[in-house]
């Protein structure tokens, strides 16, 4: 038998070169800690330039990045406004999921979302961890 018909074991180095690798990004902080708010958006795009596939979930005060009227307002200093670096994210083809349950009690509705950014539940999150490579919370 001619072993240089075989196809690649699956998972090996042609298996990965193939697959691009994806991290999902958990944000949890916004206006109060614009510093917490900042970096995540910093990695998604660093990410985003190599060629990873980004999904940022933002959960808690985090998701104040995605709300028009809040997001014009974190800036941290030694970083770009969170304003100016989700709007590169997006551009770059990141993906921005807001928990619903964290909206509810900031009286955030979903027409207050910046264009791109999808309203979750739960489910949508643990389906996302769970099909990613690696998961960063900050």
Do not use: W
């Not at 042609?14 to 991290?23: D, G, L, N, S």
């Not at 958006?41 to 940022?56: C, I, K, Y």
């Not at 709007?87 to 509810?104: A, H, Q, R, T, W």
């Amino acid at each position: 038998m001619n072993d240089t018909a075989k196809p690649p074991p699956s998972g090996g180095p042609e298996a990965a070169a193939e697959t691009p690798k994806k991290i999902v990004i958990v944000a949890t902080h916004g206006i109060d800690t614009p510093e917490l708010a900042s970096v995540p958006l910093v990695v998604g795009n660093a990410a985003l330039a190599m060629d990873v596939q980004v999904t940022m979930i933002l959960q808690s005060a985090g998701v104040g990045i995605a709300t028009r009227g809040i997001s014009e307002h974190i800036a941290a200093e030694g970083f770009d406004s969170v304003q100016k670096l989700l709007s590169s994210y997006l551009e770059f083809g990141g993906k921005i999921l807001v928990c619903i349950p964290c909206l509810l009690p900031r009286k955030i509705s979903n027409d207050q979302l910046v264009q791109g950014a999808e309203p979750v539940k739960a489910g949508r999150v643990v389906s996302e961890i769970l099909d990613a490579d690696r998961v960063v919370c900050y």
